[in-house]
């Protein structure tokens, strides 16, 4: 699988089929998220979380083999180099056929910082279960995907936009490419991710949910804009720069970065 075709296939799995990952698989993850960096350089350290050990669960995950969790130092933009490291794992797992979801919010947190040995200051944003798909997915699993329109994304008209906020982005190149990015995750499928293309600028922005931001000591939707800039950057050749963009935008809308692409 190509990256474009692992972003378009993953999907949240919530339904495992309860066997235990092999030790090959294990130690292929456990290698790559050593190997993981972020454009922020700011260190995401993943832990792997024995279940049974530990105690852990999750109400809307079944059959699971174990955890991983990742801790993020509390420092200006952790949100974001954590998306985008956390996203790396994700993309991985899938593509050797281990199935993972984000979780932030259905999980006993205090329980999993614990377990993941978290310092006063670190933030421990997010946690995955990992395992094999199962064939079927829970009631609990299917009713979740419907509530968030799991499988829907917002049409690219929404999301992208040329020069401005005002034009809708028709360049098909573009458009192609920024495919992987309307397909990333977020946290219950909220997409705060705006992209305004200006020439080799893309330039990033996080249109805030009312009422969503104060909901952890973290910007959730930051984290979405770390794994929106993760599948951008993984089909793309560009480098993160932060910069003023002249653009105009609405109160709830935050500029976040740009990725400036080569040609
Ligand atoms: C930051 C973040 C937090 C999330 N937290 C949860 C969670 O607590 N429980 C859950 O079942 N799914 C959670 N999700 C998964 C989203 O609901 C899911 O990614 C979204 O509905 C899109 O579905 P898909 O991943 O299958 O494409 C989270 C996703 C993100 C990015």
Not at 16 to 43: C, H, M, Q, R, W
Not at 56 to 80: C, F, M
Not at 210 to 228: C, F, L, P, S, T
Request: some cysteine; proline content about 5%; overall charge negative.
């Amino acid at each position: 699988m190509d990256m474009k075709e692992i972003i378009r296939t993953r999907k949240s799995v919530r339904t495992f089929d309860g066997k235990p990952l092999s030790a090959e698989d294990k130690t292929k993850l456990l290698s790559y998220v050593e190997s993981i960096a972020n454009p922020y350089n700011i260190p995401v350290k993943f832990v792997w979380l024995d279940k049974n050990k530990h105690g852990l669960s999750s109400p809307v995950i079944v059959g699971e083999d174990a955890y991983i969790a990742a801790k993020v130092p509390k420092v200006s933009h952790a949100e974001e180099a954590f998306g985008y490291s956390f996203e790396k794992m994700v993309l991985y797992a899938w593509s050797i056929g281990i199935g993972t979801t984000w979780i932030g919010g259905t999980l006993d947190r205090k329980l999993f910082e614990k377990a993941a040995d978290t310092a006063a200051d670190e933030y421990m944003m997010i946690v995955s279960p990992l395992g094999y798909p199962a064939e079927k997915p829970s009631e609990v699993d299917r009713r979740l995907r419907d509530k968030v329109h799991g499988d829907e994304r917002l049409p690219a008209s929404k999301m992208f936009f040329d020069g401005n906020f005002q034009t809708p982005l028709t360049d098909s190149e573009a458009l192609a490419i920024l495919e992987a990015v309307r397909w990333y995750p977020s946290a219950a499928n909220m997409q705060p991710c705006r992209i305004v293309k200006d020439g080799s600028k893309y330039h990033f922005y996080e249109q805030h949910k009312e009422g969503y931001r104060n909901a952890y000591a973290w910007d959730v939707q930051k984290i979405d804009m770390g794994i929106a800039l993760c599948h951008f950057m993984s089909v793309t050749n560009g480098t993160l720069i932060t910069e003023s963009p002249n653009i105009v935008v609405n109160e709830d809308t935050e500029y976040i970065a740009t990725v400036m692409v080569k040609d």
